[in-house]
């Protein structure tokens, strides 16, 4: 064995040459991955002994793509020309051997190779298309050689990885090898291919299939059909489509120049920029500062959940899709019956969608126990707390757990604004107790907030934030405070949207301008969908706001088919001219002068005050970082992810900007918008927020 490189060896298996890549975590293609590999292989063709040439990866997985980290720096290394000379344009047959994840660059560079093997459990994909970019080493311009145009652009623009039997089946690779035997199964590969003396295969050659889809533009066109609700907003997959179209009907040549330009024409996108920035905040959340990434975590063998409501049930789906056992108590037995029901349905309506197995949800219902009484939580290693949303019925719930629980269980809270602390107060543990907010449907979304006490002890911080990945939510580490990350910034939001519809706006105007700014749906739609009765009370109604007016008149949203919009059976939104009249009636008597608001203003008003939120809530120490601000709003709230967040989208227009705008409205419209020190600070040291 001889090193070419730092991250790259050569050896020899007889006539067999056998390039070793060693970059951990994930093998990206980095500057020295692509010397080693271009000077590797080259020198192993250049040994008259050797007849073929394996590339293969050590540590966990085969190239994972670019080295992410490099986009939008200086090139240095080897360029992907000289790469594709080496290995395509090589005169021995080079075989990728391929375990892990092929994805991106890495995929391109396994297609570059004249023959593939995999082990079963390998998997596939070109993931560009989440970056905001389209691939960039020949995956648009070989793919569709392979698989066919269709298949192709399902891979390109869903960016969703496949499996190695798969990539078989569509003849992505040629062989599948024993799992655990990579190596002697690609050396076996290749002894096949030198004595049947089957010669270098250049995918650039295979014509056939891209032939078969020439002429036929309504194959873009349906793609383009179905595809453009999904890519609402974004940018890159237009680009994918047209350099799968030039694979189509230009030349090879051709169609990767065009290709490559594309792909340097998104890099520098905000688009890009911001979708790059996401993935690594992604991965920074599961980090924190003085929690040891090596502390000993808490099995979580089974888990408790008070409350069969709807979050009581759907926080109950996350952990029987996990395997995890569950037992769910209520108060009474026609609710547990009703929650239990509900769990069921979900399950089937997955079936009947086609995306999960019926004897699945069996499986899953079989770890499911009801129980009316919590001394039945006495065994479990988590219980989340999920009943009504009221300081002194969680403190109860809670006094009686700290006497059921055992010792070393995690009692959690699925509180969205209540103090953690004063419930954590009432037991004998606070260092146990902690919140873990799930956003609803819970089942559905990705996000996880996971609440540390003042008193909250460390492993069980690390024992939540690892359950969040094993049931394949995003957790982040939030501290106490009204509302914590995500609704304590979307009060503000929502305060000015209720302000500016007596100010001059309408519902549907604010709604139209968040949604147009990429959110899945404004205030007021998403009023109509929660519910505008949540939290409010006939007892204590005064019509003193447009919202307790509408709930007196049983406007309460979707549920009873009127609210701020009024709804056909099929639950589509109309502007009501109703809704209308009682606002300009009340803003009357509020005597409020109404005026024309620009949708500049309504943008403003209802997204820099969220920023200034998330700056005090960085002061105060409540998020670690700002990029983990941007994951909860990404995650939870539909934050649009070519947009990188609220903190990002300020780094990206300019904090100075969002300064200036909040001391404007200070002057105008009063204290709420007083700019945070932290904001001053970042703009007075010219500094980004996501660098702090
Ligand atoms: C591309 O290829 C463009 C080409 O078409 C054209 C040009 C050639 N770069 O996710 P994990 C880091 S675009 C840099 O926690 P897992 C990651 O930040 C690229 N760093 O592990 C983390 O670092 P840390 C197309 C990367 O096992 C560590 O590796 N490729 C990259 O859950 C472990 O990652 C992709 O989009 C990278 N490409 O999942 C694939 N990848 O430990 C992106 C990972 O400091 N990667 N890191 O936090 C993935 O999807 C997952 O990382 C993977 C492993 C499935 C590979």
Known sequence: ?????????????????????????????????????????????????????????????????????????????????ELQGVLEGGPKPIIAAIHGTALGGGFEIALMCHYRVAVPSAKFGLPEIKLGLIPGAGGTQRLPRLTGVEKALDIILSGAPFSAQEALQWGVVDALVEEGQLREGALGFAR?????????????????????????????????????????????????LRAVQVAVDLPFDEGMKLERQAFLDLIPTEQSRAQRYVFFAERKVWKIADVPEDIPVLPIRKVGVIGAGTMGGGISMNFLNAGIPVTIVEAEQDALE??????????????????????????????????????????????????????????????????IAKKDAILASNTSYLNIDEIAGVTGRPESVLGMHFFSPANVMRLLEVVRGAKTAKPMIATAMQLARKIGKIGVLVGVCHGFV????????????????????????VDRVIYDFGLPMGPFAMSDLAGLDIGWSKATSKSSTIREILCEMDRRGQKTGAGYYDYDEARHAKPSALVEKIILDFAAEQGIKRRPIADDEILARCIYPMINEGAKILEEGKAQRASDIDVVWINGYGWPVYRGGPMFYADLIGPEKVLTKLKQFEVTMGAEFKPAPLLEGVVAEKKRLQDL
């Open 1 to 81: 064995m001889t090193a070419v490189n730092s991250v790259t060896d050569l050896s020899r298996a007889g006539e067999i040459a056998v390039v070793t890549i060693n970059s951990p975590p994930v093998n990206a293609l980095s500057a020295d991955v692509r010397n080693g590999l271009r000077d590797g292989v080259a020198k192993a063709a250049a040994a008259p002994e050797v007849k073929a040439i394996v590339v293969i990866c050590a540590g966990r997985t085969f190239i994972a793509g670019a080295d992410i980290a490099e986009f939008g720096k200086p090139p240095r290394g080897a360029t992907l020309l």
């Open 192 to 240: 096949k291919v030198i004595d049947t003396h089957m010669l270098p295969r250049k995918i650039r050659d295979l014509n056939e299939k891209i032939e078969a889809a020439r002429g036929h533009p309504e194959i873009f066109e349906k793609v383009r059909r179905d595809y453009a609700k999904k890519f609402r907003g974004f940018e890159a997959w237009q680009s994918a």
């Open 338 to 403: 009703r929650g239990v029901a509900t769990i069921r349905r979900n399950y089937d309506n997955t079936v009947k969608k086609g995306r999960m197995a019926a004897a699945d949800v069996e499986t899953r219902m079989r770890l499911l126990s009801p129980g009316l009484d919590l001394g039945v939580l006495s065994d479990c290693d988590l219980v989340i707390e999920a009943v009504y949303e009221d300081m002194a019925i969680k403190q109860d719930v809670f006094r009686k757990l700290d006497r």
């Open 486 to 509: 995500g609704n304590r910034m979307l009060h503000q939001r929502q305060r000015e949207a209720q302000k500016l519809i007596l100010e001059g706006a309408m519902p549907w105007d």
